[in-house]
């Protein structure tokens, strides 16, 4: 396996991204758990900057509903896939795609929407940088006062994992996430290094620029994609699970999956 900066392994991934998660029953459950959220904190018409838009599933969601995107990633095959399916939709007006690196947003000149209504990434893309103090710097000096913002992270137990690739007596995979910032692989032939900060260590890393307005699991109880066979043949199990998962959310955050910190700009923070 080679070593490569993100794009290279997000490049490969992209092309079959949709087909393994995006489009799969679990991963619609997860998304819509976000989706519920949004459309809870996000006033209508805000002008949004998401990271790590990956394809574009988002984006597409946010523009149908009347928002308007600057849609980032360091992908350019993911950048493609996300604006093909944008232009077919005909919601194009609405959002806007740029190459943005996370690890390197300090040296970005400010973007032209600034500033913005929220910030927005989803399923794991703050995961591909080691510490986002710098990048929450740079957001807080580009969002408006009062400004949101929606983070979805991979956090370092999940409950899920641990179990289901110990019974299958894989224990590295098991304990995959106490490696922090060790490679993994992405694809058969990428390496990419991943960090997985627990909610507090990255409300550390947030704070003073953002104060927290909630913290919720996101997949505690719906299983990730690879244990898609727990549910398999069984329709109404995956709506029970979710129903699980949306009850318990405010206090699953440490065993998820992911877990979404809600935030909002602080007014006491230095711009
Ligand atoms: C797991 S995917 C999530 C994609 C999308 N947000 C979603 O919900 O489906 C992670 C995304 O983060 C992007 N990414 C990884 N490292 C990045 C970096 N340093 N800067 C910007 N984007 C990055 C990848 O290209 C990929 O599209």
């Not at 949004?48 to 984006?59: K, M, R, S």
């Not at 110990?166 to 032939?189: C, F, K, M, Q, S």
């Not at 909610?199 to 299983?223: H, S």
């Not at 329709?235 to 999956?257: F, T, V």
Request: aromatic share 8%.
């Amino acid at each position: 396996m080679t070593r490569e900066p993100p794009a290279a392994a997000f490049d490969v991934a992209a092309r079959d991204y949709d087909r393994r998660f995006t489009e799969t029953e679990i991963g619609r459950v997860l998304r819509e758990s976000v989706w519920r959220h949004l459309d809870a904190v996000l006033a209508p018409g805000s002008k949004i900057l998401e990271l790590g838009c990956g394809t574009g599933e988002d984006a597409l969601r946010l523009a149908g509903r009347g928002h308007r995107v600057l849609a980032t990633d360091v992908s350019p095959a993911m950048l493609e896939q996300a604006s093909r399916k944008i232009e077919t939709a005909g919601v194009a007006d609405r959002v806007r795609f740029a190459r943005v690196d996370l690890a390197a947003v300090a040296g970005e000149p400010e973007p032209p929407e600034a500033p913005f209504d929220a910030v927005f990434s989803n399923f794991g893309a703050l995961n591909c940088i080691e510490d986002c103090s710098e990048l929450a710097a740079v957001l807080h000096r580009w969002l408006c006062p009062g400004g949101r913002a929606i983070f979805v992270v991979m956090g370092p137990v999940c409950l899920w994992e641990i179990a289901w690739y110990g019974l299958h007596l894989r224990p590295r995979i098991a304990t995959r996430r106490w490696r922090d910032g060790r490679e993994v692989a992405i694809g058969e032939n990428h390496n990419l290094r991943v960090w997985y900060p627990s909610p507090a260590r990255l409300r550390d890393q947030l704070r003073p620029w953002f104060n927290v307005r909630a913290t919720l699991g996101i997949g505690a109880v719906v299983p990730p994609t690879y244990a898609a066979a727990v549910i398999r043949n069984r329709p109404a199990l995956l709506g029970r699970l979710d129903d699980l998962d949306r009850r318990w959310a405010h206090r699953s955050a440490g065993i998820a999956d992911h877990y979404l910190l809600s935030l909002e700009r602080s007014d006491r923070a230095a711009g």
